[in-house]
């Protein structure tokens, strides 16, 4: 039997979806030099971090219902960098939910860290549809 469909009567405020490691390996520097041209340096771009941020949000919350819209997002960086090649951990929770206008508002927390230093951190607010 798969999972239920994640609806927003399930979230709770502090609730953790685990972590989600992505790889900065050479497919995904390839398909990010594809895209936006070759790093240019040892260290992965911040725009790598936050793309595997995305990804890992949406992984670690399936099944997920149709019609949901990413309605804005936050990012924090601490400055620290990541070589190419390492393994980015992202940790995605619940921050908070509030239903207005008839509508079903999360805010989900991301941080991502490697080798034990954290990278950044972000909220993504969406308008869940079920």
Request: charged letters at 20%.
């Amino acid at each position: 039997m798969s999972d239920p469909i994640w609806t927003y009567d399930r979230f709770e405020p502090g609730q953790s979806f685990g972590e989600v490691t992505i790889p900065l390996d050479t497919e995904r520097t390839e398909g990010w030099a594809a895209i936006y041209g070759p790093p240019t340096g040892p260290d992965a771009p911040d725009g790598m971090i936050v793309a595997g941020m995305m990804e890992a949000y949406i992984r670690a919350i399936q099944p997920r219902p149709k019609g949901n819209v990413h309605a804005s997002q936050t990012l924090a960086f601490t400055g620290a960098s990541v070589p190419l090649g390492a393994k980015v951990t992202y940790h995605v929770s619940v921050r908070d939910k509030a239903l207005k206008k008839g509508r079903n508002w999360v805010t989900f927390s991301l941080r991502a860290e490697a080798a034990g230093q954290e990278l950044m951190t972000g909220e993504i607010l969406s308008i869940w549809a079920a």
